[in-house]
């Protein structure tokens, strides 16, 4: 198992443009790299994401193994795992993470098959056992009351698929060097069993979501979909998006791309607010991460105030509203807007 | 045309509790149920034979012998056929060797009547993981196409099939040779009501139970606990947060100091 070393990321992109959550991973694999005394290398596939290299050497990778080739442009398993096995039968990695977006499972979970080693999935907190060096995969489990930490003992590489937004990207550093490999594949179109016709990008409100700046999020104790428009009435005076619990979804208030949470949307923005909501477990997974958390609950002992910044106890329909006032006020005496940047 | 959907037992995680002192399951606590992701995987098998006017749907499980309730359900939705593979051997599996054994039994399947599709959920709710659809695509040697909201085109005459997948940030149109193995979202059908013959078959429904010995050639050393590669190492309760600071007083009080707390925040909110 010696020969197995260095912690290795997938870097997913799309038309040239890298996930959010493969910097973060290699944030996160800096860490591990640094800790185990490692290199730490990104692996970029596509059709003309050369330059990319620098963008994953900037962010803290040391090693780039890249294949360039026009059977890459899209994201199809089958070339995709095919690449990423050679290379990890050549090079041995001891750990390799991938974003647990729908392209990361999908091939995590390929390559995990076809290398016969363990896979974690949807990790949230990652850290490695020096000695024994072992990653520690920890993943919330029994639906979220409570964390597992997994362990891949006796196969290689460890294996883990990470949920955006939970680990932290390094600063691009311009100068920092690092080395590209890049190999080829063999491989051709006629090979292929599928074909990618067309890529749809969305232009609804989920998109918005995951970059927003101010979200406002209503959760069941709205009362029904009447009350919830107090959510929509105070995001549209500030010029924020519309958030849900899982609750407020399953009720049909919201479409189902607005649930933040475990088995919805992660979301990190500047101001999140909380407003008729618990802070179960599994919503907070999805939202603790944001800079200033305000909660307002009725219940002083309701779980969201630990998660929160600042914490109103009182009713939804007696604070929203008179927030809503003073922010309009604000419209009037100043002749100007409210709106988030 | 032969679909195959995989199908599993899982606990309502809606109403699972969690014994607090063991960090464990309370299993009394939570009703098993079938796996709201492969309910649909079934509802689009019946969907698509009913528009191709023919075929027949099989469905395939591991789990206890008692799993056998969600084969009924899944009869109950329209499945044709309903086979569980049942055995210690299979005890303790995580992925990996899930997907083996159920790749072994889906073989043994398709050496009767040959196989055009395999559909199972995007997840199963006790797990989350999404591994095992892809694992098993792997292992038959099938393009696997998960994350699926929408199956447009199946063409039978050149056995393709044009499917809607959903991406991070949209949703990408993809073909696909068949046989080939789908992973479904739930947003890809809603579940009908079962006519009432569908719910007198269930109810009398036989399923097939296959042991390991019933599979033919088997690695044993790659099922089960022994098959498994990851281990559980510990459990533990996730590290509380700290909470923030409460803003007291009347209701007047309290959203004017919360007003100078967002109007602070002068680089997130635009206040011209
Ligand atoms: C496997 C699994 C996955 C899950 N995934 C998610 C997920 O992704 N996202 C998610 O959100 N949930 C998820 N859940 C559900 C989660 O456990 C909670 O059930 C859900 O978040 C509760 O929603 P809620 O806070 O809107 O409703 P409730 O828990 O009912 O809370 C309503 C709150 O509103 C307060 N309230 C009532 N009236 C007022 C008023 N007038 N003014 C102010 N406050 C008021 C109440 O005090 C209460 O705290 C998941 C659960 C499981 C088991």
Redesign the pocket.
Known sequence: MEEYQGVWVFIEQSEGEIAGVSLELLGAGRQLADKLEVPLAGVLLGEKVRELSTQVIGHGADIVYLIDDPVLKYYRTESYMKCVNNLALKYRPEIFLYGATPNGKDLASAVATDLSTGLTADTTMLDVDVEKRLLEASR?A????IMATILCKKNRPQMATVRPKVMKALPFDGVRIGEVVEEMIELSEEDMRTKVLEIVKNVTKAASLADAHVIV???????DLE?FELIHELADTIGASVG??????EAGWLPHEL???????TVTPKIYFA?????????V??MKNSELIIA????PN???FEAATYGIV??????VPKLIEQFKQIRVKQGGEVSYV | MHIVVCVKQVPD??I?KINPKTNTLDRRSAPAILNPYDAHAVQEAVRLKSILGRGKISVLSMGPPQATEVIKKCIEIGADEGYLISDRAFAGADTLATSYALSKALEKIASVDPIDLVICGKHA?DG?TGQVGPGIARRLDIPPVTNVIEVSEVNSNDRTIVIKRKLSNGYELVQANMPCLLTVEKEINKIEYSPLSNMLKAARYKSHIWSVSDLGEVNITQLGLKGSPTVVGKMFTPPKLEGGKMLDGTSDEQVSQLMEVLLEQKELLNVK
């Open positions: 919330p029994f639906g979220g009351n999020c209503g959760g069941k104790g709205m009362g009350g849900g619990t899982r609750d407020v979804i649930q933040i949470g475990q088995t919805g949307e407003i008729g909501l618990s802070g179960a477990i599994q919503h997974v999805g307002i609950n009725k219940d309701a779980p969201i009182g009713d939804a329909f007696e604070v | 995680t809606k699972i709710i989350d």
